[in-house]
């Protein structure tokens, strides 16, 4: 990055990140930017089942070869369409990414979008994530929870069978 370390006093890396060849690297080189006292927030995809993870990288190898003329109207399909049924949503979504279950369909349509375009998408666990802010001497680490609540969610969220859910964590730089 083009700063001088130690420089800000907040920084945050939200959906981003696992998008680059390498998250931990990425990681490590925004952690450099903020200085003693600072906080470093970040979100990244959260890693979720084995038959998640197998369904995900199958289609993603495919649907990253895709030209966007062809990529466009799967995800629009996909996100703003299915996305948008509730049952469906909630059946479907346990098994392939939907993007997301916001209203606004062209907020799902984008949010598919950005889950089957990207060349990189790497998943992560809250330990791994909490221990590179450990290893970059972050102290005073929350694992932030889903804003979602109910005794359902917060079952299927704890057991990682929430396609495109995410880790997020902030830390404060000793």
């Given at each position: 990055l083009p700063f001088a370390e130690g420089q800000f006093d907040y920084v945050y890396s939200i959906?981003?990140?696992h998008h680059t060849p390498n998250t931990q690297k990425a990681f490590q080189s925004i952690a450099k930017m903020v200085k003693p006292g600072g906080q470093l927030a970040v979100w990244v995809y959260r890693k979720n089942t084995w038959p998640?993870?197998?369904?995900?990288?199958?289609?993603?190898a495919v649907?990253?070869?895709?030209?966007?003329v062809i990529l466009k109207p799967f995800t629009f399909f996909l996100g703003a369409v299915l996305g948008g049924i509730p049952v469906v949503n909630t059946i479907l979504a346990r098994i392939v990414s939907l993007g997301s279950s916001v209203p606004d369909w062209r907020l799902r349509a984008c949010d598919a979008f950005d889950w089957?375009?990207?060349?990189?998408q790497f998943h992560h666990s809250p330990e791994e994530v909490m221990g590179w802010f450990k290893e970059e001497g972050f102290t005073?680490?929350?694992?932030l929870r889903p804003q979602k609540s109910g005794r359902l969610y917060e079952w299927v969220y704890d057991h990682n069978l929430i396609n495109g859910s995410g880790v997020n964590v902030v830390g404060k730089k000793a």
């Open positions: 959906g981003v990140i998640q993870e197998l369904i995900n990288k199958t289609l993603r649907t990253t070869r895709l030209p966007h089957y375009s990207p060349k990189y005073d680490l929350q694992l």
